[in-house]
């Protein structure tokens, strides 16, 4: 299986924007949902935003109003805007599905914010 090739993580001061991409397989792309997760050190992966194939829209509460998750469906491709990034922020960031598809995780993209 093809696996979600993530990229636009960076270091970035707090207060900046980044943009996340994610080129996914068709077999993970055209499932109910796509997502982006994250996993900060010490913590648990966590979802942050979802798409549905019609393009409803869904945030973790720590990211609501700063964070926006949009789709290709033309290039299986999702990405995430994040702006006002903030120390809280820096996490491996994931896209897989949602629900996600175990053997589906990439290698993720290193977001790093500096106060």
């Known amino acids: 299986q093809v696996l979600p090739a993530e990229s636009g993580g960076g270091l970035v001061q707090s207060g900046s924007t980044l943009r996340l991409s994610c080129a996914a397989a068709s077999s993970v792309f055209n499932r109910l949902a796509m997502g982006w997760y994250r996993q900060a050190p010490g913590k648990q992966r966590e979802l942050v935003a979802s798409?549905?194939?019609?393009?409803?829209?869904t945030y973790d509460e720590s990211v609501e109003g700063r964070f926006t998750i949009s789709k290709d469906s033309a290039t299986n491709t999702v990405d995430l805007r994040m702006n006002s990034l903030k120390p809280d922020d820096t996490a491996v960031y994931y896209c897989?599905?949602?629900?996600?598809?175990?053997?589906?995780w990439g290698q993720g993209t290193q977001v790093t914010v500096s106060a």
């Open positions: 897989n599905s949602f629900p996600p598809v175990v053997t589906a």
């Open positions: 798409i549905t194939k019609s393009g409803i829209t």
